[in-house]
């Protein structure tokens, strides 16, 4: 096990990016690099050399697009354009990588600081000796700053120097919107460029390449179809992830196997190992099949039938499977107004906030405000009034019912309109008591025809008895 996962003093045989080296490269063939894989997580020796190797993202990755100029050594923008990068994206989706990889361009040097525990004086530290390289040694420095939407508006104010005037190639790194976060001089010189999580394909390709790759696990594992579906569900879209958890699954598959990783036979991977190495067990779900319509009938119809549990149980269900989150939330709207309708008319606003908020934070933190617009829509009176209402209503019109538009409610503003009678006879509501007025609104093949007839729950108690008196104050009964 130790020749898989690099236990011992081989950590040397490691170059600057984490890679192994190989045989031929910087080592004899007998040598202790040639014998044993760098102690390197699994997700740094597979980080991509080129960006020719970068998975996902390929939206940036065209032909001409600033990072492939960046990192072949060029300006983004020309030469007056701005050469920093602010890279906004979901962890694991590759930000570090593709700093490593602009890093790598020609006349380069690298340095990377984090926002958590840099500060003024690391900054100014870096752009003296970023200046300093590239007019003694012609080095341009790519500084690498993760997490910058922590640093506090004076030390963001800090960089403004060395990216206005090209001492470093900045590139920063955020999972916050940078409007909201990083400062606004920074950002108009810096190029914004938001990365998106990573498809199942993508993260599956990944996995694959890994289990293959020399710097990964070198073909001594085989994955199985069950554990590969499971390990690509966990990720999430995140790379690091998915590397991370392939790489614990590797050592309990080698721990149960009988000659361990040094047999000739690739060892397979199985279900059960990524179960044990992750303590998560497989969740049945197919997002694409009928384990995705079923779970999600079953939560809608738990809502709809006031179990708050059963509702909770398959709201979990649909996220542990990987689920996307903004598909549960557009359910829950939906379920707000169909279900709950008037009975509860507050249950529609924490739904539409609810997925607002999804959206602005992501997941896992989301899934307390899916949780917490479940809770009240499964818990809230129901009523589906106004939902049969509006299908009454165009059944209607489909049936050809609501001929023509009374004369007093037509539009009388442009010339001619009075000549047809068009607004004669109108009466201003708001200058009848309680501003209702007696008059006919609905065409004349509709009169007397009711669409919405409210329920006893909830709010509409008081909607029913309110209704009932606009009915005869407007009919004139």
Known sequence: MDDLFGAGQDNASANDDGDAEEPGVGSSPGGTAARSAPRSPLAVRMRPRSLDDVVGQQHLLGQGSPLRQLAAGSDATGPAGPSSLILWGPPGTGKTTLAHVIAKGPGRKFVELSAIT?????????????????????????????????????????????????????????????????VSPLLSRSLLLTLKPLTDADVEGLLRRAATDPRGLGGKVELGDEA?????????????????????????????????????????????????????????????????????????KSIRGSDVDAALHYLARMLEAGEDPRFVARRIVISAAEDV????????????????AVQLIGMPEGRIILAEAVVHLATAPKSNAAYMGINQAIADVRAGLGNGIPAHLRDAHYPGSKQLGHGKGYKYAHDAPHSVATQQYPPDDLVGRNYYEPTGNGAERDISTRLERLRKIIRGK
């Open 341 to 356: 309708g008037m009975a509860d008319p507050t249950a529609l606003q924490t739904a539409v906030a609810a997925a607002q």
């Open 118 to 182: 840099a500060g003024v004086k690391d900054v100014r530290r870096v752009m003296d000796e970023a200046l300093t390289a590239r007019d003694l040694y012609k080095t341009t420095t790519v500084l690498f700053l993760d997490e910058i939407h922590r640093f506090n508006k004076a030390q963001q104010d800090a960089l403004l120097p060395g990216v206005e005037n090209r001492w470093v190639v900045l590139v920063a790194a955020t999972t916050e919107n940078p409007s909201f976060s990083v």
């Open 228 to 300: 590969l579906a499971h390990l690509v569900r966990l990720s999430g879209g995140d790379a690091r992830r998915a590397l991370t958890a392939l790489e614990a699954a590797a050592g309990v598959a080698f721990g149960d196997a009988d000659d361990g990783p040094a047999g000739e036979t690739p060892v397979t991977i199985e279900l059960k190992h990524t179960e044990r190495a992750l303590d998560v067990a497989s969740v049945r779900y197919d997002r694409a099949g009928d384990q995705h319509y079923d779970v999600a009938s079953a939560f809608i």
